[in-house]
T-cell receptor, first 112, second 114 residues
Framework: TQLLEQSPQFLSIQEGENLTVYCNSSSVFSSLQWYRQEPGEGPVLLVTVVTGGEVKKLKRLTFQFGDARKDSSLHITAAQTGDTGLYLCAGSVETNAGKSTFGDGTTLTVKP | GAVVSQHPSRVICKSGTSVKIECRSLDFQATTMFWYRQFPKQSLMLMATSNEGSKATYEQGVEKDKFLINHASLTLSTLTVTSAHPEDSSFYIC??????????FGQGTRLTVV
């Protein structure tokens, strides 16, 4: 069983601050996805990383996949209240991203 | 991104009855869909892999006779919770894969068994 440890579990910051969420595992993943989930809704895909060392940017969000493809990070610059939500990382060891192991999630609260 | 639609979004049923949840990929064909379960303030747990035209593959600990999965076409998978009990109350979410590295989720179904 592949386990993904996500940290921190909860994060509360002021608008304008920067933050980083970590996703770590002892397993190697073929691909890793980051999702954002609103209460009562399904997760929304933010990004997929597949290559060790890969860095992807999505506006104020920067995603990095570790060289060994065992860990990943999500960095948000100048957080906004609209960034509030549950952030989930998910890793797949098969050639199908749909079958994923999810981390426990990071609940981010950005205060005005 | 691609669109995956799940229906219904909320359902309340009496204990002992069965409930069917539909998952449709609206703008792409998905040979494989996945069903997850999420308890409050917890992450998603994979229940089963739904394969078009063949039997679903269930994760360890998931009762296949209780959670019936049918993948009748390349755009539709259904999950039927049979003889539902209060402990089956949860948030059920499906996903569909597009290619090897992308997965898109439905909006989820909140099941409450009373």
């Amino acid at each position: 069983t592949q386990l993904l440890e996500q940290s921190p579990q909860f994060l509360s910051i002021q608008e304008g601050e920067n933050l980083t969420v970590y996703c770590n595992s002892s397993s190697v993943f073929s691909s890793l996805q980051w999702y954002r989930q609103e209460p009562g809704e399904g997760p929304v895909l933010l990004v997929t990383v597949v290559t060790g060392g890969e860095v992807k940017k999505l506006k104020r969000l920067t995603f990095q996949f570790g060289d060994a493809r065992k860990d990943s990070s999500l960095h948000i610059t100048a957080a906004q209240t609209g960034d509030t939500g549950l952030y989930l990382c998910a890793g797949s060891v098969e050639t199908n991203a749909g079958k994923s192991t999810f981390g426990d999630g990071t609940t981010l609260t950005v205060k005005p | 991104g691609a669109v995956v639609s799940q229906h219904p979004s909320r359902v309340i049923c009496k204990s002992g009855t069965s409930v069917k949840i539909e998952c449709r990929s609206l703008d792409f064909q998905a040979t494989t869909m996945f069903w997850y379960r999420q308890f409050p303030k917890q992450s998603l747990m994979l229940m089963a892999t739904s394969n078009e035209g063949s039997k679903a593959t269930y994760e360890q600990g998931v009762e296949k006779d209780k959670f019936l999965i049918n993948h009748a076409s390349l755009t539709l998978s259904t999950l039927t919770v049979t003889s539902a009990h209060p402990e089956d109350s949860s948030f059920y979410i499906c996903s569909a894969s597009r290619g090897h590295t992308e997965a898109f989720f439905g909006q989820g179904t909140r099941l409450t068994v009373v």
